[in-house]
């Protein structure tokens, strides 16, 4: 049988060697045609220009990132736009604000003259937006008066601040953007970072600023004194004698025997003074609820230094006869 060549499946040096030539012929001329069309003129596109701003920073801080270009139409010779669009060797276009707090934004329109003359030889067609926003506030020094924020410490079991709380000193100085400034709406939280506080406190606090805040705002004072008594309340409870008002000799209660009884809060500075005290359940015939026959309980007397007053039952049956 005759023998057949297998094919190894490999290009001829010759064919490889031909492909290259090809390929090199469609590279160079591909290179000639776009180097001859950038040297062309009245080319036109869209570029996102660089922008910077320039205005007195020891007056005026932006309280939001500037925006840092802005889409204009152009036209001109091809090297030149290829430049513009990938921002090669491109110095940004510098935007003067003399008083940037007056207003938040600036029309393109006021920029088309100074903008036209700095791109040349670029010819500048047009801008796509009608303006450029921006927030730059004026940098003010304001005193604030003294705030505990009540997220950060906690009070013990049954324990109340009594009074107020003092600050020393009393306010703070704080500089910063007039718009964050006005968000303190004149308080300045202090964070005292306390848990179950069950006696009197007094402890310089070091003052804090938000994370978010810290790169616009800063503080004068570095602490503050703070002072507060507290109140610590015990609980107690007592039996009440049943005192009947305006009672009709037909009425009775549904339970004669009933003994109520009271919880409640006392300042643990006043216990020797409720020893002495005798509570009544206040039944007035006058105050019950005719739908149901009931009379609520109403505990006398009711002195300051005790709250959270519960009594069991809360409320009592009449009996008619």
């Not at 503080?219 to 507290?230: A, G, H, P, T």
């Not at 005719?290 to 709250?307: A, F, G, L, W």
């Amino acid at each position: 049988m005759p023998e057949t060549k297998k094919s190894s499946g490999r290009i001829s040096s010759k064919r490889l060697s031909n492909l290259k030539v090809v390929v090199l012929c469609v590279a160079a001329a591909t290179t000639f045609w776009v180097l001859n069309a950038l040297n062309k003129d009245n080319y036109t596109t869209i570029v996102d220009y660089p922008i910077a701003w320039d205005f007195d920073e020891s007056k005026y801080m932006a309280v939001k990132p500037l925006p840092e270009s802005f889409p204009i139409q152009i036209s001109g010779n091809g090297w030149d736009l290829l430049r513009k669009y990938f921002k090669l060797n491109e110095p940004p276009f510098i935007i003067n604000l003399a008083e940037p707090s007056s207003k938040n934004f600036i029309l393109t329109s006021d920029l088309k003259r100074p903008l036209g003359d700095f791109i040349t030889p670029t010819t500048l067609i047009g801008t796509l937006e009608d303006s450029i926003h921006y927030q730059i506030d004026k940098i003010e020094t304001r005193k604030l008066d003294l705030a505990i924020d009540t997220t950060r410490y906690s009070l013990g079991k049954n324990v109340e601040i009594d009074g107020l709380i003092s600050f020393s000193p009393s306010q703070v100085t704080v500089k910063g953007p007039s718009s964050l400034l006005d968000d303190f709406g004149g308080k300045f939280y202090v964070a005292i970072n306390e848990n179950r506080i069950s006696q009197n406190f007094q402890k310089s606090v070091n003052l804090e600023i938000e994370k978010k805040l810290a790169d616009f705002i800063s503080l004068e004072e570095e602490s503050v004194e703070v002072s507060f008594s507290v109140i610590q309340y015990l609980e107690g409870n007592k039996r009440l004698k049943i005192k009947k008002i305006n009672f009709p000799r037909s009425v009775t209660l549904e339970d004669e025997e009933l003994t109520p009884m009271i919880t409640y809060l006392i300042d643990a500075s006043k216990v020797t003074e409720i020893k002495d005290v005798e509570f009544d359940a206040i039944l007035d015939y006058g105050k019950r609820n005719r739908k149901d026959s009931t009379i609520s309980i109403e505990v006398r007397p009711n002195p300051s230094y005790i709250k959270e007053i519960k009594v069991e039952p809360a409320f009592v049956k009449l009996k008619y006869e």
